[in-house]
């Protein structure tokens, strides 16, 4: 099988399967994208994606209707991520199938994706809403927001030039809202809040953001734009260390949330909130 971004059901009509399938799943290998951009192994950096599902459902032994949240969390390691849409096509499979209780379901999704995604760990976590607490949603990101800043945009292709640094030493926490891509295949928006955590040289706050601005009108999947935004910067400023976090607004039910750092990570340090966009 071909597991390339135009062989998936992205932007084809699909058919929605009445009964569990995992055969749904579209694995597509992540050196396609990143031998663009200098990636190879060992990875330069460490991090994981999270993605949050807020369509799970199933039916009972009884078969009555469960509704839950998913969370799903893969290592940066992973050979392969899974196309959205047929992670969401994978989830509807068990909107008519019947299941004992919630760690029914998660154990089968755990075996599922741990075949497809070939990654040193995965994490899978459905929760039923009845078992849900209040969670707090945040307005923004932690740091300084760039958009604040009173520039001049013209560039919508990305543009690494803007990339520069000053003399000075720097250890901050940048962020900015107005990161937008488009969907590799389907050409569809795709909106992000990016943070980034550095140590070094400082960098030049005003080419930053409109580097951050000219992803505008490129088409990459959400991972991919967070890894180039790492590398590039990792190459045209060099910091001593560097963090980059992506979280994306959903669609189909779906966000991801890419990290990536030159420092090791756990799941654990990380906590997957929810900005009031998602």
């Keep these: 099988m071909n597991h390339t971004p135009e062989h998936s059901t992205l932007g084809k009509k699909t058919r929605y399967d009445e009964h569990y399938n995992p055969d ?3 694995p597509i290998a992540r050196k396609l994208k990143r031998s663009e951009i200098g990636i190879s192994t060992p990875l330069p950096f460490f991090g994981f994606d999270t993605w949050n599902h807020f369509e799970v459902s199933w039916l009972n032994e009884k078969g009555k209707p469960i509704v839950a949240l998913g969370e799903i969390i893969y290592s940066a390691d992973s050979e392969n991520i899974i196309e959205s849409k047929s992670m969401k096509l994978y989830f509807n499979s068990f909107n008519n199938t019947q299941f004992k209780d919630a760690e029914t379901v998660q154990s089968i999704i755990q075996k599922a994706l741990t075949q497809r995604l070939n990654a040193s760990f995965v994490l899978i976590r459905i929760t039923p809403l009845s078992l849900l ?3 707090k949603l945040l307005a923004r990101l932690e740091g300084f927001n760039l958009d604040e800043l009173d520039i001049t945009c013209s560039a919508y292709h990305t543009d690494a030039s803007y990339l520069k640094i000053e003399n000075e030493y720097a250890e901050e926490i940048l962020y900015s809202d107005l990161l937008k ?19 070094g040289k400082k960098i030049n706050r005003e080419g930053l953001l409109r580097y951050i601005v000219s992803f505008r009108n490129d088409n990459e999947f959400h991972e991919q734009c967070i890894e180039k935004i790492f590398m590039q910067i990792m190459q045209y400023c060099k910091p001593d260390e560097l963090t ?5 607004t959903r669609r ?10 030159t420092k090791p990570v756990t799941v654990a340090e990380i906590k997957n909130y929810r900005l009031c966009r998602q």
């Design 24 to 26: 749904l799943l579209f």
């Design 133 to 135: 607490k209040d969670e």
């Design 181 to 199: 891509s488009n969907c590799l295949v389907t050409n569809q928006p795709d909106w992000c809040s990016v943070q980034i955590t550095y140590k």
């Design 244 to 248: 980059v976090y992506g979280r994306s």
């Design 252 to 261: 189909g039910g779906i966000d991801i949330n890419a990290y990536r750092s």
